[in-house]
């Protein structure tokens, strides 16, 4: 089937301008004037944009597919601004969950409650006296139990954080596997609600072998995922899931390993050279020698790498490992700083010499921008995802949303880039904004670049038909109006997955 686009506006990402566009056989087959694809092709559907805006589908950089089709299962304390709400909310939980059943929360973040502090024990067991319960925070870095959930696992603290917190609810039961399927297809939904046409689950735990499965063996499922393995048990995950890194498998690709050096800065786990104001500096949650050795066999293997870094210091130990493994085995390897919260210039230059490139958790301007002056003081607080700074000195930048810990949608990622205020109306490093099109090209064209993923992110002959329809052209709009821009319609390999206002599931 032939359907040719036009009347609206084209954003191509490249250096093509567009009119129209040829959709055949699920690919982009030509792309000219209007008359002239209409003239060339009379039998072909046409479909007129009415001035609305057609370009690539969103290529997401860095998140968890799995991990967010999980958390719908999971209560969300995003909206409590007090404790006595967060409690309410567990309570209410607490008492419709059938049997003894866990009580699974997400998104506690104690930075927006007006006590801005964790609940207690005591609180907690108030809240939920009789089934075990668990609090993750928003950054997925730690959480809070309860007594019964203590008991159940065998926990002498009821707090953790990172190693010993994600060993920990690793044990906490999963839902049905009817349960699971479900939400695969709702966070399918969803990503395609937000535009995004190629996906990530950035860490495939052994655990997580079942949640990615469907998307091999399932029909049911169009939505590409690029896929990482935990670096620590990279042999296992491989051998569970069956087939070799490299090449698709139904809709999952293995790219190649995830390691995790730090937490996170609003948790208060990031590894910084200089200390947070309470005078901590977080730490490292993987040795270095690991590392090293992770790295390497990475590079052996021509695996990529997404290495996870927030902290100066942790930026600054993967640099160090990274050219130390560059050298030792002549081999320019593909690794990706995620998130690069606190990358220093001097960082970036010798990652150019090496091929390594940052993605940016930007969002983190808006979301906790305001509480990092807290953390960090203004100065620190305002080089916070240096997109202008990375820019200027030629690198290749992807912005993300990391979901679960925020939604999906590329629009409030720009949005943060290009104008990067806070929720309190203060402006987080003016020097590092950038502009909307570097913004678009962050979550189109440069994605795909950057997780080299070629055929998606840019209306190109012979690329694939992963396109969505916009109301209106982020180009022509006010960049405080980025977040207001809606996905009309979601087109993968020249089909429809989305149309607003429709149900498809």
Request: one cysteine or more; hydrophobic letters at 40%.
């Amino acid at each position: 089937m032939r359907t040719i686009f036009l009347g609206g506006h084209i954003l191509t990402m490249n250096e093509t301008e567009a009119e129209a566009i040829l959709v055949e056989d699920g690919r982009i087959a030509a792309i000219g004037s209007s008359d002239r694809l209409r003239s060339l092709h009379p039998d072909a559907e046409v479909r007129d944009l009415g001035g609305r805006t057609l370009m690539p589908g969103f290529v997401d950089a860095h998140g968890h597919f799995a991990a967010y089709a999980m958390s719908l299962l999971q209560l969300s304390l995003r909206e409590a601004r007090d404790m006595d709400t967060l409690l309410g909310l567990v309570a209410d939980r607490a008492n419709s969950t059938a049997d003894m059943g866990w009580v699974d929360a997400r998104d506690y973040d104690p930075s927006k409650l007006s006590e801005r502090r964790d609940p207690s024990l005591e609180e907690l067991d108030s809240a939920c006296p009789d089934k075990p319960l668990c609090l993750h925070h928003v950054s997925g870095h730690l959480g809070l139990f309860n007594s019964a959930a203590m008991e159940a696992l065998g926990l002498d603290s009821y707090r953790l954080e990172e190693g010993p917190f994600i060993s920990a609810i690793q044990r906490i039961p999963a839902g049905s596997p009817e349960d699971v399927y479900r939400v695969l297809l709702e966070a399918q939904e969803r990503f395609a609600s937000y535009g995004i046409t190629t996906a990530q689950e950035a860490l495939i735990k052994r655990e997580m072998v079942p949640l990615v499965k469907p998307l091999v063996e399932s029909p049911d499922f169009w939505i590409d995922v690029m896929g990482f393995v935990d670096a620590t048990n990279r042999v296992e995950v491989m051998d569970m899931l069956g087939f070799p890194a490299g090449e698709w498998n139904g809709h999952l690709k293995v790219k190649g390993v995830k390691i995790l050096l730090d937490g996170s800065p609003q948790g208060g786990t990031a590894w910084m050279e200089e200390p947070y104001l309470d005078g901590h500096n977080g730490g490292a949650t993987v040795g270095i020698g690991d590392m090293h050795r992770y790295l390497r066999e990475a590079a052996e293997l021509g695996l990529e790498v997404a290495v996870h870094c927030n902290g100066d210091a942790a930026c600054r130990a993967l640099v160090d490992e990274a050219e130390k493994v560059s050298e030792e085995t002549n081999l320019r390897q593909h690794v990706v700083m995620v998130h690069a919260q606190f990358l220093t210039p001097d960082l970036m230059d010798r990652m150019k010499a090496i091929g390594m490139e940052p993605s940016f958790f930007v969002s983190h301007a808006w979301y906790w921008g305001d509480l990092y002056v807290d953390l960090f003081g203004r100065d620190r607080a305002d080089r916070l995802s240096p997109c202008g700074t990375a820019l200027s000195k030629g690198m290749r930048i992807t912005i993300h949303q990391d979901e679960p810990v925020l939604e999906p949608w590329p629009m409030d990622s720009m949005f943060c880039a290009v104008n990067r205020v806070t929720e309190n109306g203060d402006i987080r490093g003016e020097g590092e904004r950038i502009g909307v099109m570097d913004a678009l090209r962050a979550v189109t064209v440069d994605s795909a670049g950057q997780n080299r993923e070629p055929g998606i992110g840019e209306i190109r002959e012979s690329f694939f038909a992963d396109l969505i329809v916009l109301d209106r052209d982020p180009l022509r709009c006010e960049p405080s109006e980025l977040r207001d821009v809606r996905v009309l319609e979601t087109i993968k390999r020249g089909k429809t997955v989305y149309r607003a206002g429709e149900d498809r599931r």
